[in-house]
């Protein structure tokens, strides 16, 4: 399928696949992704501000306003909890995905993860900035504090990743998103507190979450002491370069961190780490888009534009991107295994089509 017809048939999946009130659903026809995710949505947002589907945007973020709009107790009480040293359940924390509807998911989830919130605060701004909407900062102040609250509390707390994994350890592409949500909100708004966060936070990352020269994909803290936890890399630590601006696309070690992905999770696509198992450990479309965003932004076009041409060369005849592929699978059996269980992978995902649009945007 052509560049543009791709264009036209994401923005119209998009649309079509947004709920009245607002949420996009991760994926309309692969059951356990019949949500919203505040991460994958909000970068489904910045994609349609992109395009200049502003409207569609704000109503997601205005969506997810009114979700958190009433979780003001259950966060002063964790806070509490927090300033109390109580131990606090994972179930007890916010949750990480919510019925298209706005209300809470109460399945067996993996819920307790930062990521979304970071990234929430994050897209919103950008949303501002874009539209020139200031009012939107008023209309959903009390989210947009409850959410400052939230992160600023919890921003060290081990917790699930962006896959929904290790919920033991502290992410450096967590961090990146509680970061850019942060920074993002202080700069605009003139808050010097967000900003002496964030710049801890992006202090903690650079001390604690460099081994070997490069970003590994997770660390914890034993007897006081962080180290890492699983040393491999992980495709999602491309976040931390962009959008989130952590450190910049030439920094030293993070061009040793995408050295490393290239070597252990590049084929025609980008896998996201070298242990996955979900679905054999495919290649996924929503990274290969991340990777060609940066290999962009470092001036390497060509390579940007290879990225978006294999994308593009996935979609079936009916315009829609897969979550991912198996061209090139880590675990062929494991593949199988997912096959039985769920049935295919999921078919179309909405936040490949978001990425392919920023991808395409960002080359234009």
């Not at 996009?24 to 059951?31: D, T």
């Amino acid at each position: 399928m052509e560049r543009d017809e791709l264009i036209t048939s994401s923005i119209s999946i998009i649309k079509l696949n947004q709920h009245p009130r607002g949420g996009y659903i991760a994926s309309p026809l692969f059951a356990p992704y019949a949500y919203s995710w505040l991460r994958d949505g909000t970068f489904i947002a910045n994609a349609m501000d992109r395009v200049d589907e502003n409207e569609s945007a704000g109503l997601f973020y205005k969506w997810v306003g009114r979700v958190l709009q009433d979780k003001r107790s259950q966060v002063d009480a964790l806070v509490q909890k927090h300033e109390r040293h109580e131990w606090i359940d994972r179930s007890e924390f916010l949750g990480t995905r919510y019925h298209l509807d706005g209300r809470d998911d109460v399945s067996e989830w993996g819920h307790f993860q930062l990521d979304g919130y970071g990234a929430w605060l994050w897209g919103l701004t950008e949303h501002v900035k874009k539209t020139g909407h200031r009012h939107m900062l008023d209309e959903l102040r009390e989210s947009i504090e409850i959410t400052v609250d939230y992160l600023m509390t919890f921003w060290h707390y081990p917790n699930f990743d962006c896959w929904e994994e290790n919920p033991d350890y502290v992410h450096p592409a967590t961090l990146a998103c509680v970061y850019g949500g942060l920074k993002a909100l202080g700069e605009l708004e003139g808050r010097s507190e967000l900003l002496e966060k964030a710049a801890m936070i992006k202090g903690f990352i650079l001390e604690h979450c460099v081994h070997e020269g490069r970003f590994v994909k997770s660390i914890h803290c034993i007897d006081e002491i962080w180290q890492p936890a699983l040393s491999g890399v992980d495709a999602s630590l491309l976040w931390l370069a962009v959008p989130f601006g952590v450190c910049e696309v030439t920094d030293p070690v993070m061009r040793s961190t995408v050295q490393a992905i290239e070597a252990d999770l590049k084929h025609g696509g980008i896998q996201r780490y070298a242990e996955d198992r979900y679905f054999g450990g495919g290649e996924w479309l929503l990274l290969t888009a991340w990777y060609g965003w940066y290999q962009k932004e470092l001036g390497h076009l060509e390579e940007a534009r290879r990225s978006l041409a294999w994308i593009g060369s996935k979609a079936d005849s009916l315009g829609r991107l897969p979550e991912q592929v198996a061209d090139a699978l880590r675990s062929p059996d494991a593949y199988a295994e997912w096959l039985q269980k769920c049935g295919e992978p999921p078919l179309p995902l909405l936040w490949s089509h978001a990425m392919f649009l920023v991808l395409s945007d960002s080359l234009q």
